[in-house]
C-alpha cells in the first residue's frame, strides 16, 4: 500500500523551526521507540548537527525491551546521548533533566563566561504523535502543551517556562515531503503518526497480521484464538469473528475488526512490539 502524508502546515512549521534552532541551545529528539528507524525525519538532521541533543525514546513501555537496549547501545556506539521513557511515568522526569545536563552546550558556556546569565533554551522535535508535549507536561509537572493520541495536534511553536534555568520550545510533529521506502510510511501510520482518515484501514491491519505472523508469532492465536498458518486476510476474518464484529446485516464487518487490531496494537494490549 501506498502512504503519503505532508500537509500545508507541515513546510511552515519548517521554516520556522529552522529560525528557531538558532536561538536554543540543545534538541531534544523524541522518537517513537516501537519505530526509532522510522522516526528520523530527514529534515531534522541540520539541527541535531549544529546543536547538542539528545535522543528521548518515548514510549518504551509499549515497545520490545531487548530491541530498545539494542537502540541505545547504537547511540552510545555513535558517541550520542539517548534514554528509554514512557512520558505518562512521572518518576522519568529526573531521568531526561539528568540527560539534558550531561550535555556540553557551548553556546551557554560561552555567554556565560562574558557574564551574560539567562535560561537554557531546549527545542523538542519528533515525527506527529510521538509524544513531545506529553514529554514536556512531564517535565513542567503541569499541562503545559497540548497533547492527544492522533498527529497534529500542535499546530504552531510554544515556549513553556520550566523554571528560572529552563525553557523548553514544543514544536509540531512534522513528516517529510516523500517517504522513499514505503516501510517506513507503513511503520509510522501502524504507530499513529499519520492521520487515519486517509488510510486504508483493511490494508493496514492486513500488513500488520504479516508482520506479526513472521516477527512476533503465537502473539494473534494467543489473543483472538485464530490459527497462524491461515493467510492474512483469513486471519481478519477470524479476528471479526473471535471479536463480534458483526455489521447490522449480519456479515462479518471487516473494516471494524482492522480498526479494532489496529487499535489494540497502538494500546500495548498485543503486548510489547517494535516495529
Not at 529528539?29 to 522510522?38: G, I, Q
Amino acid at each position: 500500500m501506498h502512504i503519503q502524508w505532508f500537509p500545508g502546515h507541515m513546510t511552515k512549521s519548517l521554516r520556522m523551526m529552522e529560525e528557531s534552532v538558532k536561538v536554543v541551545d540543545a534538541i531534544g529528539y523524541v522518537l517513537d521507540c516501537r519505530a526509532p528507524f522510522s522516526c528520523f525525519n530527514p529534515a531534522f538532521g541540520q539541527y541535531t548537527e549544529k546543536k547538542p541533543c539528545v535522543f528521548l525514546l518515548n514510549k518504551s513501555d509499549l515497545a520490545d525491551e531487548k530491541t530498545t537496549d539494542r537502540w541505545l547501545a547504537y547511540f552510545a556506539s555513535k558517541g550520542d546521548k539517548a534514554i528509554a521513557l514512557n512520558a505518562n511515568e512521572k518518576g522519568c522526569a529526573k531521568q531526561v533533566v539528568k540527560a539534558f545536563d550531561s550535555l556540553e552546550m557551548k553556546n551557554v558556556l560561552r555567554l556565560r563566561q562574558k557574564g551574560v546569565v539567562r535560561p537554557v533554551r531546549i527545542m523538542i522535535i519528533g515525527v506527529p504523535n510521538s509524544g513531545k508535549s506529553s514529554i514536556i507536561n512531564l517535565l513542567s509537572g503541569r499541562k503545559s502543551a497540548v497533547t492527544g493520541n492522533k498527529p497534529g495536534v500542535t499546530k504552531g511553536k510554544q515556549w513553556i517556562r520550566l523554571n528560572k534555568s529552563v525553557e523548553l520550545l514544543d514544536t509540531p510533529g512534522i513528516l517529510w515531503p516523500k517517504f522513499e521506502d514505503q516501510k517506513v510510511g507503513l511503520r509510522l501510520a501502524l504507530i499513529g503518526s499519520i492521520r487515519d482518515e486517509i488510510l486504508n484501514t483493511d490494508e493496514l491491519a492486513v500488513e500488520l497480521i504479516r508482520f506479526l505472523k513472521t516477527q512476533y508469532p503465537g502473539i494473534l492465536t494467543e489473543r483472538y484464538e485464530v490459527e497462524e498458518t491461515q493467510k492474512e486476510t483469513e486471519l481478519l476474518c477470524g479476528i471479526a469473528e473471535n471479536r463480534k464484529c458483526i455489521t447490522k446485516g449480519g456479515e462479518l464487518d471487516y473494516s471494524k475488526a482492522a480498526a479494532l487490531l489496529i487499535d489494540e496494537f497502538r494500546g500495548g494490549k498485543l503486548g510489547k512490539i517494535t516495529l
